[in-house]
């Protein structure tokens, strides 16, 4: 019998939280020897465990994992399920589940593990059997701008659960429940949450909360308006939603110069013609209204709408997902661009979320290239960047607990400040292909201050409550102020943290992890 260890929670807020995500198949296999059988790559739990000092190093304290159910021949990245009780054999066992979570947590790492509860796989035995009928949706296909057709139409076809029905949503309930209980996860990232009846997720969280009331649930809501995804978060008991609006804004104002004209419509209508089919409908609109050319502004309109969610502070920011292309092929293979939207990343309120390979410099389109086998040190400088960035949001406390204040927006530069009473930090974002010079202006109650430049060192100073900035080309600061560590062991000079200097000094005996 397989022993069912209690869930070890973690006392880290996820505030204090940087996750990665992990597409399982795509990620690490440990033998080359013998190539598994296309469109399966060979990536393995075995193999994930093999990485967790890689990504201890980098500086990740959360793992989200891609569904490791017994999948359907084709069903490579976990979300067509057959078994929902089983570990499929490609990825390994439930023991091998079981270890990848201790070894997690003996490292300090919480894990995520990705539920599907909307649908089952095309071959899933209940889907053919006459018995489950009414345990599915039938026939019904998806108008993507009516609500009730979202929540009982059938997802690119796929058999879907009726939750609506007591039994349904008791079953996948318990099935849930069941890989708690014999995993030790700290949370689910959940699948598919718009496609599913609102009923269903009160019931789905409140018993989950019942039993293990730290259980963290994180939900994919992909549609990019405040309002829609924050009544998740707001009415249904879903901790946190990924923060769709904001990965948006980045991959709309960071992938040109702000010189730049929007791209015509023959441009877009050619784009959305070759890849449509493998398009999000949230990104499908995105892109047939993205006429105008960019403008840093529309950071600041995305922060006024920050009362739509009970707690921001919560929300799931990221920039790449395994839905969507990849940021560096929207901003035509430019690492800049990238650093800028690292940058931002981790300077903004939230947890934010890595998908595997954006350290690398990983490039892809929708049509299944996003999804390729993880190259590791494919790009030591950029990888470098991207830790230094963490170390920096890991150490200074404004990053983790501070309020977010825009500060700055016009076409070309963003600025904002997370301040905590304790530290101040600021985030300025150049989008323009020249330099610029620009005055920074604080409340006249805010002291005045010698501000770190956590790039370069460089110490400048705020008079009268004003700050003059040289900004590089296509660049990304981050200056800060009055700053303290935020976890033991870290208390680094702040130029150690600096992104890209391909130097981690530490005091003797802090740890570089």
Not at 280 to 285: A, Y
Request: hydrophobic letters at 40%; charged letters at 25%; glycine letters at 8%.
């Amino acid at each position: 019998m397989v022993p069912e260890p209690k869930p070890l929670h973690l006392p880290r807020p996820w505030t204090d939280d940087v996750v990665y995500m992990v597409l399982l198949d795509r990620f690490h296999r440990l033998s080359h020897a013998q190539e598994p059988k296309a469109p399966w790559h060979g990536g393995s739990l075995a193999g994930l465990r093999a990485k967790l000092d890689y990504l201890c190093g980098l500086g990740v304290t959360a793992l989200w994992v891609s569904p490791v159910f017994k999948n359907q021949d084709d069903g490579f990245h976990g979300y067509w399920p057959v078994d929902f009780f089983s570990v499929d054999p490609r990825f390994g066992t439930l023991e091998d589940l079981q270890g990848l979570v201790k070894d997690c947590h003996a490292r300090g790492v919480k894990v995520l593990l990705d539920m599907v509860v909307n649908h089952a796989g095309y071959e899933h035995p209940m889907a053919k059997d006459p018995a489950k009928k009414d345990w599915f949706h039938r026939g019904q296909a998806i108008r993507w701008v009516d609500q009730g057709s979202l929540e009982r139409g059938s997802l690119h076809g796929l058999p879907d659960f009726a939750q609506e029905k007591p039994e349904v949503a008791a079953w996948l309930t318990d099935m849930a429940l069941w890989w708690i209980e014999r995993t030790g996860v700290d949370g689910f990232r959940l699948d598919a949450v718009k496609h599913v009846p609102a009923s269903f997720w009160k019931r789905f969280s409140g018993e989950i909360a019942a039993r293990h009331r730290d259980f963290f649930l994180v939900g994919e809501v992909f549609r990019g308006v405040p309002r829609y995804i924050g009544r998740y978060q707001r009415e249904d008991g879903i901790h946190s939603v990924l923060d769709v609006p904001f990965a948006d804004t980045v991959r709309s104002a960071l992938a040109r110069d702000s010189e730049e004209p929007g791209p015509s419509l023959w441009e877009r209508l050619k784009e959305l013609r070759g890849e449509y089919r493998t398009m999000l409908f949230n990104e499908i609109l995105r892109k047939v209204f993205a006429r105008r050319p960019t403008d840093m502004r529309w950071f600041h309109l995305l922060l006024e709408s920050e009362d739509a969610y009970v707690h921001p502070e919560l929300l799931a920011p990221f920039i790449d997902n395994h839905d969507l292309s990849r940021f560096i092929s929207e901003a035509g293979g430019s690492k800049e661009r990238l650093k800028m939207a690292l940058a931002v990343l981790m300077c903004w309120r939230g947890i934010p979320i890595i998908t595997y390979g954006t350290e690398a410099g990983m490039s892809g389109r929708t049509e299944g290239s996003n999804r390729s086998p993880m190259v590791f040190g494919a790009d030591p400088e950029l990888e470098e960047h991207l830790r230094g960035l963490i170390k920096l949001r890991r150490a200074v406390s404004a990053f983790t607990r501070g309020r977010l204040i825009s500060v700055l927006a016009d076409r070309q530069v963003f600025a904002f400040m997370r301040d905590d009473h304790e530290t101040r930090a600021l985030c300025i974002l150049n989008n323009s292909r020249e330099p610029v010079e620009r005055v920074l202006e604080f409340p006249a109650a805010a002291k005045p201050a010698v501000w770190l430049d956590a790039f370069t060192g460089e110490r400048v100073v705020e008079r009268h409550g004003k700050l003059a900035l040289k900004l590089p080309a296509r660049s990304a600061r981050i200056l800060v102020v009055g700053w303290r560590v935020a976890a033991p062991g870290s208390a680094e000079r702040l130029s150690a943290f600096r992104p890209g200097s391909g130097k981690r000094r530490t005091r003797q005996g802090a740890s570089p992890a």
